[in-house]
C-alpha cells in the first residue's frame, strides 16, 4: 500500500509533458497507411466494359439510325427525284419537294413561263379520288377497254 | 478607253441586230411558211370515265386542239369542285423525223375527308409517232380488284399531228 501510495505521488509530481507533438506524429503516420479515398469520377469519364459482339451491334444500330434519320431530314429538307424507265421507251420523272420550294422547281422546269392555253371545267357532280399514282404512257400500254 | 471598250460591242450588236431584223424583214411570208412547216397540232381530250364494270361511256368528255412549234409547250387546266390538274406538253422533234413528247402532270387535290391539298408532280418523256396516242391518268388507274366500287376515271389523251399534212 505504501509503495502504491510512492507511486502516485511520484507520478503527481511528475510534469506533463508536451503531448500533442507525438499525437500529430502518430496521425500523420497512420494517415500514410490508410490507402486514399478514390476520387468520385463524372458520369462521362466511367468506363464501362461490354461483350465484343454487342457493342459491334450497338454500334452497327447506331449508324443505321443516323444515316436513316439522315436521310429523312435530307429529304424532307431537299426533296428527292426518282427516274423510272417506262416500257414505251419513255422515262419518267418523278419529284418530291417540300412545299416552298415547288414554286422554284416549277421555275426551273419552265412551267412558270408557259402561258395558260386552254381551261377545261369538269362536272360539278364528279368527286374524284385517286386510284393509284399518276401514269403516262402511249395507248398501246394500257389494256383498259376504250370508248 | 474604258468608253471604247463598251461602245464597240454594242455597235456590233446594234449591227447584227439591225441585219437580222432585215433578214427576217426580207422575206416574212417564206419564214411564216418555214414556221408553219415546223407546227404541230397538239390536241388534249379528257374525259370522266365510270369503273369498268358500269360500262365504257364517258359521263363526260371535252377536247381542246392547239397549234404550236416544236419547243413550245402547251398547257392545259382541268378544274374539278375537289381537284385541279394541269398538263403541259412540250412536243420536240427528233433527227428521225418522229416526235419526243415530254410531259408534265401536276395534281393538287383535296380529299372530303382530309383538310390539306395535295400535290403531285410528274414528268414524262415518251417518243412518238405522229398521230400515236398517249394516254395521261392524273389519278392514278383503277385495277381489276377495284372495279366494282363506285368511283370515277379520268383520263387525259394527247394526240400530235404536223400542222401541214405532207
Known sequence: ?147 | MRKRSVVVPLLLTLAVAGAHAQETEADPKEALQQLLSKALSVTISARVLPSDAQGDTPIWNAASTKLTIPGRSIKVRLDGDNVRIYLICTPYLQEDGEVLLVAQGQVWLTQPTDKEVKYSSTFYSIPLSFGEKVLFFPLGLSNAEEQNKDFYNIELEIKIVPYEEK
Not at chain 1, 91 to 97: C, D, G, I
Not at chain 1, 111 to 140: F, H, I, Q, S, Y
Open chain 1, 1 to 147: 500500500m505504501e509503495r502504491l501510495e510512492k507511486t502516485r505521488r511520484i507520478l503527481r509530481e511528475d510534469p506533463i509533458g508536451d503531448w500533442k507533438e507525438p499525437m500529430e506524429r502518430v496521425r500523420r503516420a497512420i494517415l500514410t497507411r490508410v490507402p486514399p479515398m478514390p476520387r468520385p469520377i463524372p458520369a462521362w469519364r466511367r468506363q464501362v466494359s461490354l461483350p465484343l459482339p454487342l457493342a459491334v451491334l450497338a454500334a452497327v444500330i447506331l449508324i443505321a439510325l443516323g444515316v436513316s434519320s439522315a436521310l429523312s431530314i435530307a429529304r424532307s429538307n431537299l426533296g428527292f427525284v426518282k427516274i423510272t424507265k417506262a416500257p414505251a421507251g419513255g422515262t419518267e420523272y418523278q419529284f418530291a419537294v417540300p412545299v416552298d420550294k415547288v414554286e422554284a422547281l416549277l421555275k426551273s422546269v419552265g412551267g412558270g413561263d408557259t402561258g395558260l392555253e386552254a381551261v377545261l371545267t369538269l362536272p360539278k357532280n364528279v368527286k374524284l379520288v385517286p386510284v393509284g399514282a399518276p401514269r403516262m404512257g402511249k395507248e398501246t400500254e394500257f389494256s383498259r377497254k376504250k370508248p
